[in-house]
């Protein structure tokens, strides 16, 4: 089995060579470029902003989200089997579900507490004037009640709780229906599937090795999908930024909303340029902005797709042959990392949160600020990989802050202050995405270390 992953190395580069690979890269940037200045000169135009916003992102999501997310179950299913039946060792494996999951809730952790940090000592919410206060909840409200399909998603979340939330991820955990979750796209359901049916290929030894040889076949033809489907995304990438711009506009940076957008930023540029960084340097001794860059596809991808499930097969491909990561390490870490390990959303959580506060003058306590830090944590892994998932999962947040703040006798937050930040959120949902996919590269890129594609080094990993 581990002579597979030397193989399919040398044909993925024969099928994409690097040149190819440059001007796919530079493509996807002019896309950026060019999709953000169009879509700036149709907000400011006399076309109305809103519904030419929302016709250039449906033909984006036509074009190249579409196609990303026919790919991203098959894809997430034969990948995860071919990583487990490659590790073989189901101890092997263990260490690296445990290695995986401890950076995944370590790094969300940092996040959180960054973000909470931050908008604590910037308070982006407090000291504006009466008048821009009383605009901006008038503004919330209405954009709440405007959009029923994200207020009755907030309401159910609001009633089910972080409890609620757990409960639906052990229920996915252990699905009663394995195409269930295929046709309703709960990538979890499939990963312990898959996890489980490699284990038992695995276990099974040359019995298994006929249908392990055809998983195999069958996952390097979706690759060749992937790579087929990536000349889109230039085109994909154009019209969903032309589209984001032209609906909010690159002037919400310097609006009422501007300092809370700016401390979103702020804290995901210091946790993808420094703490994610440190963490790659200092456990895996690789350079890590080398290690960007060469992530470069699967970034500009996350940015203009606002997703992290329909970056995935971007993301698998480019870590395997362009950063450097095994096989055995990519197949396995980035589906679940696709799924629970949501970095930016969480950060972003604790500072949407907090500013809302801030905004309606509800002091919060280091207590609060706690339960902000505990809840954002654990709400982001039930955030589904999908765009604006964290406004609703941010719902249960909200709820947590205010339980504690009546227990003191203090007037809630009431929900509709979301309304708020749902105007700016695609924007700031295009960055915090981005670096959901850089968490789970440097992740990948970690677990490597522990598994390998040479079984030599695998053997000295395992000590």
């Given at each position: 089995m581990a002579t597979f992953a030397d193989d399919d190395s040398a044909i993925s580069r024969t099928l994409f060579p690097m040149k190819k690979d440059g001007l796919i890269t530079a493509l996807i940037l002019v896309g950026l470029v060019a999709g953000a200045i169009?879509?700036?000169?149709?907000?400011?135009?006399?076309?109305?902003?809103?519904?030419?916003?929302?016709?250039?992102?449906?033909?984006?999501k036509l074009v190249l989200v579409r196609p990303l997310m026919l790919l991203v179950l098959p894809l997430v299913f034969l990948s995860v089997i071919v990583g487990v039946t490659s590790i073989g060792d189901p101890s092997r494996l263990g260490i690296v579900g445990g290695s995986t999951l401890l950076y995944y809730f370590a790094t969300m952790l940092a996040a959180v507490v960054l973000g909470a940090v931050l908008v604590t000592a910037i308070a982006p919410g407090a000291g504006l004037p009466e008048e821009a206060v009383a605009s901006l909840q008038s503004q919330g409200l209405a954009e709440y009640e405007e959009n029923t399909g994200l207020k009755g998603a907030m309401g159910t979340a609001s009633?089910?709780?972080?409890?609620?939330?757990?409960?639906?991820?052990?229920?996915?955990?252990?699905?009663?229906?394995?195409?269930?979750?295929?046709?309703?796209?709960r990538t979890l359901?499939?990963?312990?599937?898959?996890?489980?049916?490699?284990?038992?290929?695995?276990?099974?030894?040359?019995?298994?090795?006929?249908?392990?040889?055809?998983?195999?076949?069958?996952?390097?033809?979706?690759?060749?999908?992937?790579?087929?489907v990536l000349w889109l995304t230039p085109i994909g990438v154009f019209l969903l930024v032309t589209g984001t711009v032209a609906k909010i506009g690159l002037n919400a940076l310097w609006g009422p909303l501007g300092a809370y957008m700016l401390t979103v930023l702020l804290g995901l540029g210091i946790h993808a340029f420094v703490t994610l960084p440190g963490v790659l340097a200092v456990f895996s001794r690789?350079?890590?902005?080398?290690?960007?860059?060469?992530?470069?596809?699967?970034?500009?991808?996350?940015?203009?797709?606002?997703?992290?499930s329909a970056t995935l097969p971007v993301t698998i491909e480019t870590?395997?042959?362009?950063?450097?990561?095994?096989?055995?390490?990519?197949?396995?870490?980035?589906?679940?990392?696709?799924?629970?390990?949501?970095?930016?959303?969480?950060?972003?959580?604790a500072v949407?949160?907090?500013?809302?506060?801030?905004?309606?003058?509800?002091?919060?306590?280091?207590?609060?600020?706690?339960?902000?830090?505990?809840?954002?944590?654990?709400?982001?892994?039930?955030?589904?990989?999908?765009?604006?998932?964290?406004?609703?999962?941010?719902?249960?947040?909200?709820?947590?802050?205010?339980?504690?703040?009546?227990?003191?006798?203090?007037?809630?937050?009431?929900?509709?202050?979301?309304?708020?930040?749902?105007?700016?959120?695609?924007?700031?949902?295009?960055?915090?995405?981005?670096?959901?996919?850089?968490?789970?590269?440097?992740?990948?890129?970690?677990?490597?270390?522990?598994a390998p594609d040479d079984e030599d080094a695998l053997e000295k990993a395992a000590g």
């Open positions: 169009l879509g700036q000169l149709l907000h400011g135009g006399a076309v109305d902003p809103v519904g030419t916003g929302e016709s250039w992102m449906s033909l984006g009633e089910k709780g972080l409890g609620g939330a757990w409960m639906n991820i052990l229920e996915q955990v252990i699905p009663s229906n394995f195409f269930a979750e295929l046709a309703n796209g359901g499939v990963i312990v599937f898959a996890l489980l049916l490699g284990l038992a290929l695995a276990a099974i030894g040359p019995a298994g090795e006929p249908a392990i040889a055809t998983l195999r076949s069958l996952f390097d033809g979706t690759m060749r999908l992937v790579l087929w690789a350079n890590p902005y080398k290690f960007m860059f060469q992530m470069r596809k699967a970034l500009l991808t996350a940015f203009g797709t606002d997703s992290s870590a395997i042959d362009d950063g450097g990561c095994s096989r055995r390490s990519a197949n396995f870490v980035l589906p679940l990392g696709a799924t629970v390990n949501m970095d930016g959303t969480a950060l972003y959580e949407a949160v907090v500013f809302m506060f801030q905004l309606w003058g509800i002091p919060l306590e280091l207590g609060d600020l706690v339960i902000v830090v505990v809840t954002a944590t654990l709400a982001a892994v039930g955030a589904a990989g999908i765009p604006s998932a964290g406004l609703v999962t941010m719902v249960i947040v909200v709820t947590a802050v205010n339980t504690s703040l009546a227990g003191r006798g203090i007037e809630p937050l009431p929900l509709e202050a979301i309304g708020v930040i749902i105007g700016v959120d695609r924007i700031l949902d295009m960055c915090r995405t981005t670096v959901n996919v850089w968490g789970d590269a440097v992740g990948a890129k970690l677990v490597t270390r522990l």
